[in-house]
């Protein structure tokens, strides 16, 4: 079982619309990432939280440290937020977890 | 802002040949990280060096493997003869301090072994 589950895998949006991208994880865990992934490759970090909820611009993010559980919300989506959406934890050592990743394409 | 430097962005080498992956972390960080990618997989953790030293290791980080920080700025990932299954983007990330802190990645170097 892995450590860091996400789901959807995939998700296709239209633009404008009200997107949730679920991560949960069975280690405990310092700190939780939220980072993007564009094609080519090059990963960018949206977040770090370990606990409630935080906001940037169109993008939240919110924990629930005793679920287990993580979202990311992405409001008024917009065709450039397509990406791959990665959830990845922080342990008691300072490596990080990832999960799988979750496909973004919103369309135009 | 500052930012995570790779080089080279690809490289093709042939199997049994030693390749040297670069890095320039970010300049106040005292945390450097490989980690690694196989195409359509997720990242996967290889080592965490502080303090001059290998503070962890995957199982995946085996002999031959090996990290430095020759200079003070730069920190390289040497994989002494590259098999077939080594192909894979390897990301270099920093972070200030160690846990709970925010890790910035370069834009990762693909290696391809042929």
């Known amino acids: 079982k892995n450590e860091v589950e996400q789901s959807p895998q995939n998700l296709t949006a239209q633009e404008g619309e009200f997107i949730t991208i679920n991560c949960s994880y069975s280690?405990?865990?310092?700190?939780l990432h939220w980072l993007q992934q564009h094609p080519g490759g090059g990963i960018v970090s949206l977040f770090m939280l370990s606990s409630g909820k935080k906001k940037h611009g169109r993008l939240i993010a919110t924990i629930n440290i005793q679920e287990k559980h993580s979202s990311l919300h992405i409001t008024a989506s917009h065709p450039r937020d397509s990406a791959v959406y990665i959830c990845?934890?922080?342990?008691?050592?300072?490596?990080?977890?990832f999960g799988t990743g979750t496909l973004l394409a919103v369309q135009p | 802002e500052p930012e995570v430097t790779q080089t080279p962005s690809h490289q093709v080498t042939q199997m049994g040949q030693e390749v040297i992956l670069r890095c320039v972390p970010i300049?106040?960080?005292?945390?450097f990280y490989w980690y690694r990618q196989i195409l359509g997989q997720k990242v996967e953790f290889l080592v965490s060096f502080y303090n001059n030293e290998i503070s962890e290791k995957s199982e995946i980080f085996d002999d031959q493997f090996s990290v430095e920080r020759p200079d003070g700025s730069n920190f390289t990932l040497k994989i002494r003869s590259t098999k077939l299954e080594d192909s894979a983007m390897y990301f270099c990330?920093?972070?200030?301090?160690?846990?709970?802190?925010?890790?910035?990645f370069g834009q990762g170097t693909r290696l391809t072994v042929v």
């Open positions: 990845a934890v922080g342990g008691a050592t300072n490596k990080l977890i």
């Open positions: 280690v405990g865990i310092s700190a």
């Open positions: 300049s106040n960080h005292l945390y």
């Open positions: 990330a920093s972070t200030r301090t160690g846990g709970m802190t925010e890790a910035f």
